[in-house]
C-alpha cells in the first residue's frame, strides 16, 4: 500500500518543529556540545529530507519556492557524512531555513487541505 504524500508533507511540518523544539533556547555552542540534542536534531534534518523525496514533482513544481533539491541534498550530506557536517552551517539552517521552511510548509498544506 503506497502511502499518500500529504503524510509526508505532516512528516516534514513535525520534523521541522521537533528540530526548532530541540535547539529552542539553546545558542550554537550549547547546541554544538549536548550530544543528544545534536543528534536528535541531526536526526530530524536527515528525515526531512527524506520526506521530502516523497513530494510528487508536480507538486514540487507548484511551490518552486521551497528549496526542495537543497534538501535532499543536505539529508544526503548529512546521511552519508560527505566530508563532515559543518557546524556553522548546521546552526544556520535551524535559524534561518527551518523557520521559513515550516511556514511554507504549513502553507502548502493548507493549499491540499480538504475543507470539508
Known amino acids: 500500500m503506497l502511502r499518500d504524500w500529504k503524510l509526508y508533507l505532516d512528516d516534514m511540518i513535525e520534523f521541522c518543529t521537533t528540530a526548532l523544539f530541540n535547539v529552542n533556547g539553546l545558542d550554537q555552542e550549547q547546541f554544538e556540545t549536548n550530544r543528544l540534542v545534536y543528534d536528535a536534531t541531526v536526526r530530524n534534518i536527515e528525515l526531512i529530507g527524506e520526506a521530502a523525496t516523497h513530494i510528487p514533482i508536480q507538486v514540487q513544481l507548484g511551490a ?18 560527505y566530508l563532515g557536517v ?3 552551517v548546521l546552526w544556520s539552517i535551524l535559524r534561518d531555513d527551518i523557520p521559513h521552511l515550516l511556514k511554507d510548509l504549513h502553507t502548502l ?3 491540499f487541505t480538504d475543507p470539508n
Not at 519556492?65 to 548529512?78: D, F, Q, S, V
Request: proline share 4%; charged share 35%; aromatic share 4%.
Open 64 to 81: 518552486p519556492h521551497i528549496e526542495w533539491r537543497k534538501i535532499t541534498a543536505t539529508r544526503n550530506r548529512l546521511i552519508h557524512g
Open 86 to 88: 559543518d557546524n556553522d
Open 109 to 111: 498544506q493548507e493549499t
